[in-house]
């Protein structure tokens, strides 16, 4: 059974910095890309950001490139989020992906 146990969410302040993390369990982490999502309230889910197999290729949605960095330590089945010079509109429950399969989320809120 494939099982994503997001952490590392919290309340900060704009310009401020989270570090979320996935443990992955259930499957082989190494063999499978892994992706970020996020949906904020009343809105639908968004994609945020995507690492391949050997964490050597990475994506981002246009409004946090530049300020968050995906990757992953494959020896630890982990996927990590660096969250830095945070906004407003990154308010969201962040989730981690493998396919279509999500963990339950962490809650990021961004608020002075």
């Known amino acids: 059974e494939v099982q994503l146990v997001e952490s590392g969410g919290g309340l900060v302040q704009p310009g401020g910095s989270l570090r979320l993390s996935c443990v992955a369990s259930?499957?082989?982490?190494?063999?499978?890309?892994m992706s970020w999502v996020r949906q904020a309230p009343g809105k639908g889910l968004e994609w945020v950001s995507v690492?391949?197999?050997?964490?050597?290729?990475?994506s981002y949605t246009d409004s946090v490139k530049g300020r968050f960095t995906i990757s992953r330590d494959n020896a630890k089945n982990t996927l990590y989020l660096q969250m830095n010079r945070l906004k407003p509109e990154d308010s969201a429950v962040y989730y981690c992906?493998?396919?279509?399969?999500r963990g339950q989320g962490t809650q990021v809120s961004v608020s002075s």
């Open positions: 259930g499957f082989i982490f190494s063999s499978y890309g």
């Open positions: 690492i391949n197999r050997g964490g050597d290729t990475t």
């Open positions: 992906a493998k396919g279509d399969q």
